[in-house]
């Protein structure tokens, strides 16, 4: 929407006058296979990722400088200067589009903070969405993911959504066509995170040691079983090689993941590098039947269930 035109002779304004509201979920990875330590010190990832159901929202409104205040998960605990994603990415579009950073931003945080769902990624690729129509840069989703991937290797996803392939050091997305079914899953949210690099890390001390799985491999099973509609074939090709390490430096997930699979679940797995769980269900109902199993059991802070694919970062 553009603001009319003022008699004092001031330019018309581009963009939204108004607040612009984005919505952007959470990622899991169905499979995180993870190659060799590249000589930039990121590791060569094979992954599919998907959205779900888990939102954060950021809602940004015109203002004479760039301010940030949020509410929700990790409120208090999260750093509100530059160093937060929110602002980091506000100021690389302001500065790709040629345009002062000015906004105030709000962010309503679901995602838990270093859960292994992706949320700081989620929150950078909000602010590109949010701020792109404030300022009315008007970026093509093209121009943003790539502003996205600079910011880090899960935001070109969380523009996108939906189920996708992700290759490089995960920047690389392309979608996955797949019928369009819905799955269930329970997501059981630890107490505190785990560092990714940390995870990383961790993984690669143990292929040195030798005591590491085998790697994954080639995403062929997971994404033939995306393309038919049953749960059970697709809990079967779930995996992810960043487990072993998340599971060494938080050993209560062993019993987290046993616990889901006592409730009914028909596979579990680490989410990212951790120490988020999530478990997949029959449907809807069989997956709330699960969470509640799961919080009455305590392993873990809080069970929600969830439903994906969904779309990437979108205005409200
Ligand atoms: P991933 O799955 O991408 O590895 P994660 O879910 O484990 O990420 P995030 O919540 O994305 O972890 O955050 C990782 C770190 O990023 C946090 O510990 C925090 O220091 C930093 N960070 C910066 N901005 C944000 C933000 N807006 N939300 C969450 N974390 C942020």
Redesign the pocket.
Known sequence: MTEAWRPDGEDERRGASGPVKVRVP??VNLHLGVGPLRRDGYHELNTVYHAISIY?ELTARRGDTLTLT?EGE?AGE??LDD??????AAHALAGYAGVLPHARLH?R?Q??????????????AATLVACDALWGTGLTRDELAGIAADL???VPFLIHGGTALGTGRGEAVSPVLARPTSWYWVVAIADG????PA?YRELDRLREAGTAGPPLGATDALLAALRQRDPRVLAATLGNDLQDAALAMRPALAETLKAGEAAGALAGIV????P?CVFLAENGAHAERIASELTATEVCREARVAHGPVAGARVN
């Not at 160093?83 to 980091?88: A, K, W």
């Not at 995170?193 to 990714?196: C, I, K, Q, R």
Request: proline share 2%; glycine share 22%; no cysteine.
């Open positions: 959470a990622k954060d949020m990790g999260l750093a160093s937060n994603l929110v602002m980091r962010l945080k995602i838990p903070l270093a859960g292994g769902l992706a949320g700081g990624s989620a929150d950078a880090g290797s899960d995170g785990l560092s990714t995870a989410s990212g590098s951790g988020t």
